[in-house]
T-cell receptor, first 114, second 112 residues
């Protein structure tokens, strides 16, 4: 089945540690995204990539880094520089047709910093 | 004015009720509009796109008012399974230079 997978589902990290969240898609989509969702908040865009080996900062990129070496993969690293990393992280990919965008989301990773 | 603003909710309605959500957007150049549904502790999923002429999908009707810069979602004959958070999403820009902005969501609880 086609889809987006994220791992792990739950992740605990100690303060000061970097951690990498995995995102893989087999939908053959060019564009991929990382969002963060906090309780009572909308999704906020961290980074996005529209093509392999290229990515752009979103609204809240500070303390995060990404890579896009393969079309299928868009890992997100939460660095120790991120001041408040505990959140629900969602990866998405999208297909565009005639200006309409449909985003497909992975199941998310809940990161807790202890 | 926030880029995308939704009814804060929460909405608590009995089964069978009709409920409507509104969403306003600030950028008049916005081009495409969507409603997503997000179940508790799950990922968002596309519910429906919103077309200029309005569109209907079963019990769900979406409408767009460009002059007033708002979109709406109407749910008729509410079911228990409709309980979720409904997210309004607005796209502006074109080609490879576009932006999707999500509202904070409106929580709906349908009660037996």
């Amino acid at each position: 089945d086609g889809g987006i997978t994220q791992s792990p589902k739950y992740l605990f990290r100690k303060e000061g540690q970097n951690v990498t969240l995995s995102c893989e898609q087999n939908l053959n989509h060019d564009a991929m995204y990382w969002y963060r969702q906090d309780p009572g908040q909308g999704l906020r865009l961290i980074y996005y990539s529209q093509i392999v080996n290229d990515f752009q900062k979103g609204d809240i990129a500070e303390g995060y880094s990404v890579s896009r070496e393969k079309k299928e993969s868009f890992p997100l690293t939460v660095t120790s520089a991120q001041k408040n990393p505990t959140a629900f992280y969602l990866c998405a990919s999208s297909i565009e047709a005639g200006g309409w965008i449909e985003q497909f989301f992975g199941p998310g990773t809940r990161l807790t910093v202890l | 004015r926030k880029e995308v603003e939704q009814d804060p909710g929460p909405f608590n309605v009995p089964e069978g009720a009709t409920v409507a959500f509104n969403c306003t957007y600030s950028n008049s150049a916005s081009q495409s509009f969507f409603w997503y549904r997000q179940d508790c502790r799950k990922e968002p999923k596309l519910l429906m796109s919103v077309y200029s002429s309005g569109n209907e999908d079963g019990r769900f009707t979406a409408q767009l008012n460009r002059a007033s810069q708002y979109i709406s979602l109407l749910i008729r004959d509410s079911k228990l399974s409709d309980s979720a958070t409904y997210l309004c999403v607005v796209k502006w820009g074109s080609g490879s230079n576009y932006k999707l902005t999500f509202g904070k969501g409106t929580l709906l609880t349908v009660n037996p």
